[in-house]
């Protein structure tokens, strides 16, 4: 029979504390949101050894009075809530009662608050949760509190931390968010006696963001609209500052920091057709809705909220970036103009349907997602030669934009969707079904290259087919498939002058954790000062120009958890590797390399898609064409 007790408070505060608390990245998040909700305007956070041993924040905020600081201390202690009712429109960072009680618990903290006009302060010294000293101190107003040996008493979730580089680095991130959150309050960040933050507090955003973006923010474009009842303000980057990863997207839900895949999904619909695909805008967006339209009581920290209608918010954000974008004057070109009618095809040119025969040569795009090339790319490396037939097996039907005016001969793509999967965006055009076969070369029919189109496409003839091959694209999956079949280390280039490349706290301490993979891939990497990295070793197949970029990518790529099996790790980074070190589309490149690469698409069956799932060449058959001028 099971003996049930119930556990001891230390005991629960212990197991809480694994929610609340997992590394000092979060104890910084906690302490800060207190100081935002004491009414502070000026916070001052000092760390050393990444938090690990000394963590302290001091703020100018309203203070508590000596029982209230006793109390802050305990499970489920709050001034923030008084009733279920109040608990529907939070106005406050926090109200769940819980983090002092959470970190207390697994560290050492000495505490110094006063109220204003009280006389003398009250200082607190308490070990696991315990208070083990109590006394009446002068101190300014405000609240100070110090968090030493941060689980010393957990030994197990001791073992999870990284080193203090990346620790430390979390913090700063941490520290960033909410100087973003919170541009009325000046905050100063110090690591290890080195002041590397400090914002005016004087309201306004774009000086914050200033402050934590650095000088690349100053081509941002500013957002403000109104969306039924509520209000989008903030800064996007333009599409031409598209970035390799989304480490610089930040949101904020009435100044709360949030991830969501709602909000991601509806920035990046902004932008659909106008950003390369693998590529992400940079944003600082605030959304504000009524404390009723959200729910932030769904997640132990916090990050995550439920929206009341998502729709509504999808549209708030979606169409307040896309105004922001169109009005600027610089936007990139061009879009097929969409009919807003669906305007009825002729019989001869009946688009491309479900139901159509597989068997029927019809144009096609072949767009796969990231989990579809996945499948498809670990098909082919079991059968390193495959049939089409094979090959075809695994296509999938993709939801394709047609524009009816252009009949078949041209569809517009739609970009390979990203990861995100979020409520469907409105779909405002009309869409149709496409079935899509893998394209085949018949090899034995000679061929010739025509030329090349807008300084990106390939041309070439083979019999009464015309191919365009995407040179980027197909340059690309051949370095790609180079680079893969190379297994051991990636022969890379010493950098006569090397390159100092600044990236976020996360981004350099989690580069700086995996040295070893990096020097596989060919690329060697220096500490250099506060979140800059010198690279001083690079692949050789990538140019200098574009070697910080490949970089930043890594590391997102690392950050985000791709870490699991060590081969697929290797062949995102190859991805990126690849992707950076392949011709541009719109480069001048002489005959010989595009016959290089012609030659290459020709004669091999493997090379049919970016690795990205991005198609590598298109077909336009003569009687299309003919169809087109109404020869038939
Ligand atoms: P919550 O923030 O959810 O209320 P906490 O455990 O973080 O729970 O804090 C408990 C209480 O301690 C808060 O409700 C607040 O009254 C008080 N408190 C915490 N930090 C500060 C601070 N820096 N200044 C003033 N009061 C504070
Ligand atoms: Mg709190």
Redesign the pocket.
């Known amino acids: 029979m099971p003996k049930i007790i119930q556990l001891s408070p230390h005991i629960a505060n212990l197991i809480a504390a694994g929610e609340v608390v997992e590394r000092p990245a979060s104890v910084v998040k906690?302490?800060l949101?207190?100081?935002v909700?004491?009414g502070?305007s000026k916070v001052t956070i000092e760390i050393r050894d990444g938090g690990m041993t000394f963590l302290r924040?001091t703020?100018n905020?309203?203070?508590?009075a000596p029982e209230?600081?006793r109390?802050?201390?305990l499970r489920h202690?709050?001034?923030?809530?008084r009733s279920a009712e109040d608990l529907a429109a939070i106005g406050?960072?926090?109200?769940?009662?819980?983090?002092?009680?959470?970190?207390a618990s697994v560290s050492r903290i000495d505490l110094m608050?006063k109220t204003a006009g009280a006389i003398s302060g009250t200082s607190l010294h308490l070990e696991a949760g315990q208070i083990q000293e109590e006394a009446e101190v002068g101190c300014p107003e405000?609240?100070t509190?110090i968090i030493r040996d941060l689980f010393y008493n957990t030994p197990a979730r001791m073992k999870f931390m990284k080193s203090d580089t990346v620790e430390g680095g979390r913090v700063a991130a941490a520290v960033q968010l909410q100087a973003l959150a919170h541009p009325e309050v000046a905050f100063q960040f110090l690591r290890d006696g080195k002041q590397v933050l400090s914002t005016p507090g004087n309201g306004g955003l774009q000086a914050a963001v200033y402050c934590v973006y650095g000088r690349d923010c100053a081509r941002m474009v500013s957002v403000d609209s109104r969306w039924e009842g509520y209000h989008l303000t903030g800064y996007v980057a333009k599409p031409t500052d598209a970035r390799p990863s989304r480490n610089l997207q930040t949101f904020f839900v009435n100044n709360r920091p949030v991830k969501s895949k709602l909000l991601v999904s509806a920035l990046e619909e902004a932008y659909r057709n106008q950003i390369m695909v693998g590529k992400f805008p940079a944003c600082v967006l605030h959304l504000t809705l009524p404390a009723g339209a959200v729910d932030v009581n769904v997640h132990p920290a916090k990050t995550e909220v439920k929206f009341l209608s998502e729709k509504a918010v999808f549209d708030c954000v979606h169409y307040g970036v896309l105004g922001a974008l169109n009005k600027q004057p610089d936007r990139p070109q061009i879009q097929f103009q969409k009919k807003p009618e669906a305007v009825p095809a002729p019989p001869s040119a009946a688009p491309v349907s479900a139901s159509a025969s597989p068997a029927r040569k019809e144009p096609f795009f072949r767009t796969m997602t990231a989990e579809q090339y996945k499948t498809f790319s670990a098909a082919m490396q079991d059968s390193p030669k495959p049939t089409p037939a094979a090959a075809s097996a695994t296509a999938v039907k993709i939801r394709q934009e047609a524009d009816p005016s252009l009949k078949e001969s041209v569809i517009v793509p739609r970009p390979a969707q990203s990861v995100v999967s979020a409520p469907l965006p409105p779909m405002p055009e009309p869409v149709e079904e496409v079935e899509q076969t893998v394209l085949e070369m018949p090899k034995d029919i000679p061929w010739r290259m025509v030329g090349e189109l807008y300084n990106s496409y390939i041309l070439v003839e083979q019999g009464d087919d015309a191919f365009l091959i995407d040179k980027h694209a197909a340059h690309e999956r051949i370095l790609f498939e180079k680079l893969k079949a190379n297994q051991e280390k990636i022969s890379a280039q010493s950098l006569l002058t090397p390159i100092p490349v600044r990236l976020s706290p996360s981004a350099t301490g989690e580069l700086l954790e995996n040295q070893e993979t990096l020097d596989e891939l060919g690329f060697e990497i220096e500490e250099f000062g506060e979140n800059t990295l010198l690279l001083r070793q690079i692949p050789m197949d990538l140019s200098p120009e574009d070697a910080a970029d490949a970089l930043e990518t890594l590391a997102s790529d690392l950050l985000s958890g791709r870490r699991e099996r060590s081969d697929t790790v290797r062949d995102e980074l190859l991805h990126t590797v690849a992707c950076k070190a392949a011709i541009k589309a719109g480069w001048k490149n002489d005959e010989a390399e595009l016959l290089a690469v012609a030659k290459a698409v020709m004669s091999r069956e493997d090379l049919k898609y970016c690795p990205h799932g991005r198609p590598i060449c298109v077909t336009l058959s003569k009687k299309q064409l003919e169809k087109q001028f109404k020869r038939t």
Do not use: H
Not at 77 to 81: I, M, R
């Open positions: 906690e302490l949101e207190n100081a909700d004491a502070a924040v703020d905020g309203c203070g508590m209230d600081a109390t802050a201390f202690a709050t001034s923030k809530l406050t960072m926090g109200f769940r009662g819980e983090a002092l009680a959470a970190i608050t405000g609240t509190i």
